[in-house]
C-alpha cells in the first residue's frame, strides 16, 4: 500500500485480491515442480506457501530498486520508478495509458504527437534524463494529448509499436473486440438461472492439445450437501432426513 496512490495521498490497496489470487498461482506453479521431481525421484515433498511471502515476492521491481539502492520507494500514482514517460493521460474524450519504455518508442511518441521541441530538449534525450526530469517532461506532454482523442491515440500509435491502451471501465473491458475473440466472458448452462446460463470469466489459459473445458456451472448454495455427506460421511436417506428437519443441514 505504501507504493499504491498518488504521492499526496493516503497508502492504498490494489483493487483486487492480489495476495489471495497469486498464492494459488505460486501453488500451481510448486506443485507442477513438485509433481516433476516426483516423476524423476519418486520422492514427494511438502509445499510451503504464505500470503506475506506472495506479497513480498510481488514487490518486483520496487523491491529490487530498494534492495540495490536503500532508497525506500515512493508513491508515483499512475507513474512508473524506471520509465518515462508511463503514465496516464487525458485525451480529448477520455483517458490512457502510455507506456514508452526506451529510447525509440519515445521518439516515435514525439514524432506522431508532432512534439518537435521535446526532441531537441536534452533533458529528454535518454530514459535516465526523463526519469530525473519526470515532472518537466509531463508537463509539456499534456497538452499534446489533449489534441486527440482516445482512439486516435491508441490507433495511431499502435501502428509505431508505441504501447498505449484506453483506460476502460469494466463494463468496456467485456466489449472490447479483442476480449470477446479471447472468449474471456463465457456463458455456462444453469439450471436455476432466468436465461438458462450463467456468465463467467474465462480461463486465460489457451492450449493447443488440451484446452480448458467448461463443465459445471457454479453450484447453487447447498445443491451437493446430500452428494457429499453420502460420499464422504456414508449417511443414509433417513439420516440426511433427520438432519434437515432439525436444521443442520438445508
Known amino acids: 500500500m505504501s507504493v499504491t496512490g498518488q504521492p499526496d495521498g493516503e497508502p492504498l490497496k490494489v483493487g483486487v485480491g492480489i495476495a489471495d489470487i497469486m498464492c494459488g498461482m505460486y501453488a500451481t506453479i510448486a506443485i507442477l515442480a513438485a509433481l516433476r521431481h516426483r516423476d524423476r525421484t519418486g520422492e514427494g515433498q511438502e509445499i510451503d506457501l504464505s500470503l506475506l511471502d506472495t506479497q513480498v515476492a510481488w514487490l518486483a521491481n520496487e523491491g529490487e530498486n530498494f534492495l540495490i539502492s536503500g532508497k525506500v520507494p515512493k508513491r508515483l500514482g499512475n507513474e512508473h520508478p524506471n520509465i518515462v514517460p508511463y503514465k ?16 525509440g518508442q519515445f521518439r516515435r511518441w514525439c514524432g506522431f504527437a508532432g512534439a518537435d521541441e521535446l526532441l531537441r530538449d ?33 490507433d495511431g500509435l499502435a501502428g509505431l509499436g508505441v504501447p498505449c491502451g484506453p483506460v476502460n471501465d469494466i463494463s ?17 448452462p444453469h439450471h436455476q438461472s432466468k436465461s438458462g446460463t450463467v456468465p463467467l470469466l474465462g480461463n486465460p489459459i489457451k492450449m493447443s492439445a488440451t484446452p480448458p473445458a467448461y463443465r459445471q456451472a457454479p453450484p447453487t448454495l447447498g445443491q451437493h450437501t446430500d452428494e457429499i455427506l453420502r460420499e464422504m460421511l456414508e449417511l443414509d436417506d433417513t439420516e440426511l432426513k433427520r438432519l434437515r428437519e432439525s436444521g443442520v443441514i438445508g
Open 122 to 154: 536534452e533533458r529528454f534525450s535518454t530514459n535516465p534524463a526523463r526519469v530525473r526530469n519526470r515532472d518537466a517532461l509531463y508537463e509539456k506532454m499534456i497538452p499534446y494529448f489533449r489534441q486527440h482523442s482516445t482512439a486516435e491515440w491508441v
Open 88 to 103: 496516464r493521460f487525458d485525451t480529448s474524450d477520455g483517458q490512457v495509458v502510455l507506456a514508452a519504455g526506451n529510447d
Open 172 to 188: 468496456q473491458v467485456f466489449e472490447d473486440p479483442q476480449i470477446r475473440h479471447r472468449e474471456m466472458k463465457i456463458d455456462i
